[in-house]
């Protein structure tokens, strides 16, 4: 059964630090890892999705990597400001017929302190 | 575009009751998923449809859950009995195919569901 944890589950950063978030998962035959981000009350926002054939992907100050072999992603943020504080959370997808759906970690919640 | 709707967006109910929550897609995707999330827990899978086929319901907690979804569209998830354990944020997603594996999840905003 695969199982995502999250590393650290909060995190309090000064605004304009660089930051990084772990994720790992135990079972490595996994299709894609996607990483979300999750404001209060409201539902998530998908920010990045790494194909289990890919080793990195970036979208503006963003960049997660991922280790299939070794079962672990990182999430890493630059120059972090206050409208980064939120809920992060990592999901892996099975590649196997019937483990379409998303296995999700607990998250790490992010704070930037202007 | 329109994205995920879901409806109620908070719904307060007494123990023993049943309750509706419905979901509509992005038109156009063809899976969609429900998922439930508890306090201090992470979002843990419930059921996915995929097209006309038989829908995965092995993450459902028990029979007092169930949901359909008509059209190919428009989705309904259904808790019977209420228990305030059931207490949750439940949150619907839907992508363009889930066999395609490429195909990201787009999530809609919730229903808090508070069980008294």
């Known amino acids: 059964k695969q199982e995502v944890t999250q590393i650290p589950a909060a995190l309090s950063v000064p605004e304009g630090e660089n930051l990084v978030l772990n994720c790992s998962f135990t079972d490595s035959a996994i299709y894609n890892l996607q990483w979300f981000r999750q404001d209060p009350g409201k539902g998530l926002t998908s920010l990045l999705l790494?194909?289990?054939?890919?080793r990195e992907q970036t979208s503006g100050r963003l960049n997660a990597s991922l280790d299939k072999s070794s079962g672990r992603s990182t999430l890493y943020i630059a120059a972090s400001q206050p409208g980064d504080s939120a809920t992060y959370l990592c999901a892996v997808r099975g590649h196997i017929r019937g483990s379409e759906k998303l296995v999700f970690g607990k998250g790490t919640k992010l704070t930037v302190n202007p | 575009g329109a994205g995920v709707s879901q409806s109620p967006s908070n719904k307060v109910t007494e123990k023993g009751k049943d309750v509706e929550l419905r979901c509509d897609p992005i038109?156009?995707?063809?899976?969609l998923y429900w998922y439930r999330q508890s306090l201090g827990q992470g979002l843990e899978f419930l059921i996915y449809f995929q097209g006309n086929s038989a829908p995965d319901k092995s993450g459902l907690p028990s029979d007092r859950f169930s949901a359909e979804r008509t059209g190919g569209s428009v989705s309904t998830l259904t808790i019977q009995r209420t228990q305030q354990e059931d207490s949750a944020v439940y949150l619907c997603?839907?992508?363009?195919?889930?066999?395609?594996?490429?195909?990201?999840?787009?999530f809609g905003p919730g229903t808090r569901l508070t069980v008294l």
């Open positions: 997603a839907s992508s363009l195919s889930s066999r395609r594996f490429t195909d990201t999840q787009y």
């Open positions: 038109s156009g995707h063809t899976a």
């Open positions: 790494i194909q289990s054939s890919q």
